[in-house]
Nanobody, 123 residues
Framework: QVQLVESGGGLVQAGGSLRLSCAAS????????MGWFRQAPGKERDFVAA????????YYADSVKSRFTISRDNAKNMVWLQMNSLKPEDTAVYYC????????????????WGQGTQVTVSS
């Protein structure tokens, strides 16, 4: 019903920045929130950030607060994750997700997922 495509990943040195993009298509009119999750090798997929689609309220994992910023453009069906002051521990595959519910911190609340984009931060 909703298709999500991430882009913008790559290789950066510690302290650098990347901006991830997520383009949504399909039946996006019921979207309540969009989120970013990440999964490092051998690790679980963890919450990174989420944004309320209508009002723009943003939520962040403690590990990325003050460094990452999530934003969205409803008209364009786009969401971005600006990542600054990147650390090697930020290395992971980053996934964009969409939910029709309000449980933005919960991975099970997200019905639609992109295929992910690799972010690698070197020291």
């Amino acid at each position: 019903q909703v298709q999500l495509v991430e882009s913008g990943g790559g290789l950066v040195q510690a302290g650098g920045s990347l901006r991830l993009s997520c383009a949504a298509s399909g039946r996006t009119f019921s979207t309540a929130g969009m989120g970013w999750f990440r999964q490092a090798p051998g690790k679980e997929r963890d919450f990174v950030a989420a944004i309320e689609w209508n009002y723009g309220g943003a939520y962040y994992a403690d590990s990325v607060k003050s460094r990452f910023t999530i934003s969205r453009d409803n008209a364009k069906n786009m969401v971005w994750l600006q990542m600054n002051s990147l650390k090697p521990e930020d290395t992971a595959v980053y996934y964009c997700a969409a939910t029709r519910s309000s449980g933005f911190f919960t991975i099970t609340a997200y019905e639609y997922w992109g295929q992910g984009t690799q972010v690698t931060v070197s020291s």
